[in-house]
């Protein structure tokens, strides 16, 4: 029987986002695209940051859960990596009701774990140990572990972890962690830092979603054109409710049967993610420029809800091509962990 100093579940520490890297007393880490989950030793478990099990997903991860002294608990990210570089997509796709699939894709994409901090050792809690001693801790026993473990690189560098914030974007950082030397791990709170990467971008409106009150915009639909067709690429909402009510008013106006071509990515497909979700929309005519914000890429596509920034009138639609969007360039993630 498992010993842990705690009992399970485990809400792991956040971070509140910030423009810049704190100063002074700080460690600085990237952050990485992947699932955030917790590991426990011996009667193991792998429970993500809202206590939902992820071991049932991950089955081939049970020989590193395993190889972890008794009374351990690790908290860090599942990740899936393809052509040295972290695969969200892939990732995503881990997640399979089906035993008969899980098992396939544990072997055809099987998932590593990143590990960025040690909570627990030998059934001691760490929790009040400030991060220092808690770092030194976790680098002596992901080091002697092997297979599955790779352990995140912290610097006490502010310069270095700032070069680390672009250098380190192609292997899978989408930012910089910050975590304060002489801090403990605090459940559930947000006592580190994280700076994320944010670019901007100038979009074609393609149609638009209305708010569930069905008087005003819900969220506008975004394409960028490639090879001549325009094809979807995310959406954007977080306009006032006085805004929502005009933006609705003008989009229709210009409603038409289609605007996204047929063969790019189109919005509204089924998947597992949106089952249960109104995912009817409306086309407009392609016209209308939008500058928003982003901050990741999935798939050519943006991972999450882009922030508006403004309306274009003086940029023509046709110009706004998938080559807008950065590539980043640097090692990949083989070369960035400490395997």
């Known amino acids: 029987m498992t010993t842990w100093p705690f009992p399970p ?31 426990w030793s011996g009667d193991v478990r792998l429970d993500s940051r809202n206590h939902k099990p992820l071991f049932r997903y991950f089955p081939e991860l049970e020989a590193a859960l395993r190889s972890l002294p008794s009374g351990t608990v690790v908290d860090g990210e599942v990740v899936v990596v393809t052509d040295d570089r972290l695969d969200f997509d892939a990732l995503q796709s881990r997640l399979h009701p089906a035993a008969s699939r899980v098992e396939r894709l544990a072997a055809e994409i099987p998932a590593k774990l990143v590990a960025f901090d040690l909570v627990a050792l030998d059934g001691f809690d760490l929790r009040s140990e400030p991060f220092s001693e808690r770092r030194s ?5 992901i080091g002697s ?27 899978g950082c989408d930012g910089i962690v910050a975590k304060r030397l002489d801090g403990p791990y605090v459940e559930g709170k947000r006592e580190m830092v994280k700076v994320k990467h944010r670019r901007s971008v100038d979009c074609v409106v393609g149609g638009y979603r209305v708010h569930k009150g069905g008087d005003k915009i819900g969220s506008i639909l975004l394409g960028l054109y490639d090879g001549g067709e325009l094809g979807f690429i995310g959406h954007c909402s977080g306009f006032t409710n006085q805004d929502r009510v005009e933006i609705l008013r003008q989009f229709e106006a210009i409603r038409t049967e289609d605007s996204f071509g047929h063969e790019v990515r189109r919005p509204g497909a089924e998947s597992r993610w949106s089952a249960g979700k109104d995912l009817s929309w409306v086309p407009v005519e392609p016209g209308v420029v939008v500058q928003v914000s982003y901050d990741q ?40 962990v400490e395997q």
């Open 9 to 39: 579940p485990l809400t792991p520490m956040e971070a509140k986002v910030k423009t810049e890297l704190p100063e002074g007393g700080w460690a600085f880490e990237p952050k990485w695209d992947g699932f955030r989950a917790v590991a």
């Open 137 to 141: 801790r976790l680098e002596s026993l």
């Open 145 to 171: 572990l092997g297979g599955s473990w790779n352990l995140t690189p912290s610097t006490l560098d502010r310069e270095v972890g700032s070069r680390w914030f672009d250098g380190f974007e192609a292997a």
């Open 297 to 336: 890429l999935t798939g050519g596509r943006f991972r999450h809800a882009t922030r508006f920034e403004r309306w274009r009138p003086d940029k023509d639609a046709d110009d706004c091509t998938i080559d807008q969007l950065e590539r980043p360039e640097g090692p990949g993630f083989g070369e960035v």
